[in-house]
């Protein structure tokens, strides 16, 4: 469920506040195929399923930079600012990937607003998402994204 604020200045009230979660997304191996094409990343660890059941993972794995990329599907769907001309990403803090994703694992990010300050003509929120693999104590990635949202 989207958290919904109506103003970027709205944001400044609710530091520390869980956002909630996207939905669940499967990792299948045509879309870690289709990441490491486009990268540049074919590692076995990632592309070679008979190799994979071999090594440390017992499967191929997604990349970890895909499980960030992924990032970008989840934000919409954790939080929405209404009232903006427009939001911009400004970068991100503190990416840590403390579990790989198995593939054909359901992943799904979960979003807590860690800070917001005023910048010049805008507010500037880090929202710290969290990757969480289902069926597992530990997360695959956790980042701090900062957004720049301008008032409309």
Partial sequence: MTTVFKSPEELL?????HLGSSDWLQIDQ???NTFAEATGDD????????KAKEGPFKST?????????????FLPQIIEVQGISMGVNYGSDKLRFPAPVPVDSRVRGVGQLIAAEVVK???????????????S?????VVDTISRYYPA
């Fill in 13 to 17: 009230d609710h530091v520390g506040d």
């Fill in 61 to 73: 794995i997604a990349h970890g930079y895909l499980t960030l990329s992924l990032v970008n599907l």
């Fill in 43 to 50: 590692q076995w660890i990632h592309v070679d399923p008979e």
């Fill in 121 to 135: 003509g805008g507010i500037q929120a880090t929202t710290r998402v969290t990757v969480e693999i289902e069926g």
């Fill in 30 to 32: 045509a879309r870690i």
């Fill in 137 to 141: 104590d530990r997360p695959a990635c």
